[in-house]
């Protein structure tokens, strides 16, 4: 609480009326209707972002590559994913040079691109590359023109971010299997 209020400027004096109103089962305060967030991290220093935190898992796995994501939202907005591609090298044709040499090549496609992360790495006779974006920072043209993310959301998107339900709903319809935590039910 005190970083909040360390942080916090004078403005123009005057008085609102915040409501707390229960939308899809979860009461929050609201301001003109919108979740008030700066007052909410005002109070909570912070904390309130964090209140709202889900995960979600979904795994699949086509011709022997395994294909994970790990999504991070807050509320139905995501925020990051990681995805994590794990294939067999039976023949063992990656070395560590060319584990090297692929981590140089991401390194540097990556250092040009704000909120991108990518690396590569061997595990036993595993090959595990790990894609990372945060969409706080990335450039959602740079993430479409590099080819990473297809831009056509198809549904995904709400008010100009990409939805935690539609992803996965995406992600289900396309075979995989997807856990959200924590999942929040209405108390009846």
Not at 62 to 78: F, S
Not at 142 to 153: F, P, T
Request: with cysteine.
């Amino acid at each position: 609480m005190s970083k909040g209020i360390a942080d916090a400027s004078m403005g123009e004096e005057g008085t609102v009326r915040a409501m707390a109103s229960k939308k899809s089962s979860v009461y929050t305060i609201d301001y003109r209707s919108y979740t008030d967030h700066d007052f909410m991290n005002l109070v909570t220093g912070g904390f309130y972002d964090y209140a709202d935190f889900q995960m979600a898992v979904c795994t699949g796995s086509m011709d022997g590559v395994e294909h994970t994501y790990y999504i991070a939202a807050l509320g139905d907005q995501v925020i990051a994913y990681v995805e994590e591609i794990s294939e067999a090298d039976a023949a063992g044709e990656l070395d560590e040079e060319t584990v090297a040499g692929l981590n140089e090549f991401y390194a540097q496609f990556v250092q040009q691109t704000p909120g991108l992360y990518a690396g590569v790495i061997k595990e036993g006779s595993r090959v595990i590359t790990r894609f990372g974006i945060d969409f706080q920072t990335a450039d959602q043209s740079v993430l479409v023109d590099a080819g990473i993310v297809s831009g056509n959301y198809q549904g995904n998107m709400a008010d100009g971010w990409l939805s935690l339900a539609g992803t996965v709903g995406s992600f289900e319809e396309a075979g995989m299997t997807c856990t959200i935590t924590p999942v929040y039910e209405a108390k009846k």
